[in-house]
Structures are given as C-alpha cells and as structure tokens.
C-alpha cells in the first residue's frame, strides 16, 4: 500500500487509472526539471558534501547483463552503459 509516482520534466499524453490509485493510496506528482539557478544551487551542495552517484557501469556489448541484473536484483543504483 502506498507510494508515489514522481514525474520530473515533460510527460505529454499521460494517462493514469484513478481508482488502482485510490485504492492503494497512491499519488502522482510533478516538477519541473528545475531553473538555471535552482540546478547550480544543487550542483554546489552536491560538490561541498562530496556526492557522488552509486552506478555500476556495463559496456554496450553486454546490454543483455544488465537488463537481466536490473529485472533480477533490482539494485539501489543506476545502471549505465556505455558506448
């Protein structure tokens, strides 16, 4: 029961049932993808606390891995791959 569904940017044509929402008490939300000012604001928080993102990178000739690692363990990180 619960959890949301965040939508970041543009999703044109979107179509939600409302009732499995209600139901589980889901919800929907959106945000822009943010002003010039407001993403180097997060830049400069992100340098002074030294973030980084958690991803585990996989060569393009092994897509394959890495969709069934992404169905299989569902991991807390992206997945990237690289060209």
Known sequence: MG??????????DLSLPVFPLLGGQRSVSGSPSGSPAT????LDFIARHHLVPQTEVFPLAQ?????DKLRSTHPP?????KC
């Open 3 to 12: 959890g949301r569904l965040h939508l970041v940017g543009v999703a044109p």
């Open 39 to 42: 993403i180097t604001k997060m």
């Open 63 to 67: 897509v394959n891995e890495a969709l």
């Open 77 to 81: 990180y992206r997945l990237v791959l």
